[in-house]
């Protein structure tokens, strides 16, 4: 009886994500739909008025972006200095603090993008009711994923951070390089 080589087993492929599916074709049409409403805005205004918009819209978005990123710099360096010179948070709640300064800046980002839409969503990204809520979202969105991780996934790698005894408890430790001693 003569055998040949055995055939190699091959795992099974993972499935693609759906975002990674659907997120070229989107991309795709978001894009003719901005070309498309710009040629309308163009055909019913006219072309210079379509180069105003867009310019505004760079313009306001630069600015946006400018003062969000200012706020968020002022509010790192106001909690070095709380944490160094060893003061109680007392500004921590206040408003106007850090609170969607990613969001702003993402607005900002869609404002400067050429496109009637993304202006659109850039405003309604600036509305900071529309703000809190889309942090509440996302936030909670995210702590969810954290815990349906699997091994090998971010939130594995978060929860592995942490040493633990058996019994549950946070080990603290420090590594000590001993170098008196050569193997």
């Not at 850090?98 to 404002?111: F, I």
């Amino acid at each position: 009886m003569t055998t040949g080589a055995p055939t190699p087993i091959y795992p099974a492929r993972p499935r693609r994500s759906r975002l990674r599916t659907f997120l070229p074709l989107g991309i795709a049409a978001w894009l003719v739909l901005e070309i498309w409403l710009l040629t309308v805005v163009a055909g019913a205004a006219g072309g210079f008025a379509v180069l105003v918009l867009l310019a505004a819209g760079l313009v306001l978005g630069s600015v946006v972006i400018k003062r969000a990123g200012r706020r968020a710099f002022r509010n790192l360096t106001e909690t070095l200095q709380q944490q160094q010179g060893g003061l109680p948070e007392v500004g921590a709640a206040r408003p106007g603090g850090s609170e969607g300064n990613g969001l702003m800046m993402l607005g900002g980002l869609l404002l400067m993008l050429p496109g009637l839409i993304s202006d659109a969503v850039g405003l309604l990204l600036l509305v900071p009711p529309l703000q809190k809520a889309i942090s509440r979202y996302a936030e909670r969105t995210f702590e969810r994923k954290l815990r349906e991780a699997t091994p090998g996934t971010l939130g594995d790698a978060f929860q592995q951070a942490r040493i633990r005894r058996p019994d549950g408890k946070v080990v603290q430790g420090e590594v000590i390089k001993d170098e008196g001693t050569s193997s």
